[in-house]
């Protein structure tokens, strides 16, 4: 998937989203992931607000994340609270992603964690 998307940029404390490259919006979606606590979830939809864009596009770039670990993408679940999709080593694995947030969570619940305030200036 190539072509232009969006960068982020911050002004009078609103995050914008303006053109740029499709691998410029995967860096900046895999840092704002990175931003996840362990024990905490953010959606694909937070993410995809924050940027002003899809939340299928999020999902998409997070299937193409090669460092699962290190980009904790398993910390991004579905608005409706469910688990979603989870791809690693090219392969849909969800139960994995159900078993590194139960392994992160010390089997509790995961708690939400809210990007958006984190990211205010």
Do not use: Q, W
């Amino acid at each position: 998937m190539n072509g232009i998307r969006y960068v982020l940029r911050i002004k009078n404390g609103e995050i914008y989203a303006s053109k740029m490259d499709y691998e410029t919006l995967k860096e900046i979606v895999y840092a704002l992931v990175s931003l996840i606590p362990i024990g905490h979830v953010a959606t694909y939809g937070e993410i995809a607000d924050i940027l002003k864009i899809s939340p299928r596009i999020v999902g998409k770039i997070l299937s193409e994340n090669i460092h699962p670990i290190a980009i904790p993408c398993h910390r991004v679940i579905r608005s409706d609270g469910k688990i979603g999709g989870y791809t690693i080593g090219g392969k849909k694995n969800s139960y994995f992603k159900y078993k590194l947030l139960k392994l992160e969570t010390f089997g509790r619940p995961p708690s939400r964690y809210n990007l958006r305030k984190i990211l205010e200036l």
